[in-house]
């Protein structure tokens, strides 16, 4: 198991450390019908606060969660009392669905520590671990945000990357990749950037949990990606492309960029050129 990746254990046996914070980051599909929120206040692992992509998201953007500002964002996670010098857990109710997300927010604006709970809130659960139900509300702290934005690919870097190339990598499912299906969003074309890679997400997680390095770097490799080669990591809205970001570390490599408007972006913008099949 890689650093980024932490165990039930290893998180039990550090509760209620002064400079730990964890963050319940649960987020699901619109077509789940499932509240993360109201979740969260059913049951949480005791001190999480919570972290809501829709919510810490750039207010001036018709695009869903989109990274928030750096002013914006340093507000929010100084409000849930975090500080960028913390180490900072995120887990997800799916086991690993929307954390890596969130754990890739807080690294572009420059948290020092941030980990991912490996298997999430259910492996918790099943562990017959202690829960807690309402909000928590930490004293505030100061997060100083310095943000990479490096790390966040728009999509003239997506169309640079693909001119140079530069793998781009989908994270979404072969059907939708392939364009065989709709996209759940209205206005969007189905389809994939031409050039790019099909690494469903799906298929790197077992149980809630990533895979281990060797299996990853073998569907990787047999999808035609080199996971120690650049690349741009996309999917439908930019949170499971960061699952495929959390893989290319866990594999040895350096995180690459993700592409923030992924497919909602892409395929809804009638200048970009689109692949079918």
């Known amino acids: 198991m890689s650093e980024t990746l932490v165990s039930t254990d290893w998180l039990a046996a550090r509760l209620g450390d002064p400079k730990l914070a964890v963050v319940d980051a649960s987020w699901y599909m619109p077509k789940t019908g499932r509240d993360p929120d109201q979740e969260y206040l059913a049951a949480h692992i005791p001190g999480a606060v919570r972290f809501n992509i829709d919510k810490v998201a750039d207010p001036d953007s018709d695009l869903p969660h989109t990274i928030a500002g750096a002013e914006l964002f340093a507000a929010e996670a100084g409000e849930i009392g975090i500080s960028e010098d913390m180490t900072i857990v995120v ?4 086991g690993l669905f929307s ?8 690294r572009v604006m420059g948290a020092k520590d941030v980990r991912v709970l490996d ?4 492996k918790w659960e099943a562990e017959h671990r202690p829960t807690q139900s309402g909000a ?3 004293k505030p702290k100061t997060f100083s945000a310095q943000p990479d934005r490096g790390a966040v690919a728009s999509t003239s870097d997506v169309r640079a ?11 979404r499912s072969p059907a939708r990749f392939r364009g065989e299906e709709a996209e759940p969003r209205e206005g969007v074309a189905p389809g994939h950037i031409p050039g790019a890679k099909n690494v ?7 149980d ?6 060797a299996e990853l770097t073998q569907i990787f490799r047999a999808a035609g990606v080199d996971p120690s080669a650049p690349m741009v990591t996309t999917c439908g809205s930019g949170v499971s492309a960061a699952i495929l ?3 290319v570390e866990k594999m040895g490599h350096t995180v690459p960029r993700l592409y923030d408007g992924s497919w909602t972006e892409w395929g809804g913008d009638p200048s970009t050129p689109k692949a079918r099949g």
Request: no cysteine; charged share 15%; aromatic share 14%.
């Open 91 to 94: 887990y997800d109710g799916l």
């Open 99 to 106: 954390a890596p997300r969130v754990w890739w927010n807080f």
């Open 119 to 122: 298997g999430g809130f259910p």
């Open 136 to 138: 928590v509300k930490p």
């Open 161 to 171: 990357a693909l001119d140079s190339g530069i793998q781009v990598v989908d994270a």
């Open 200 to 206: 469903h997400y799906g298929t790197i997680i077992a």
């Open 208 to 213: 809630g949990r990533l895979k281990d390095g």
């Open 245 to 247: 970001a959390l893989a």
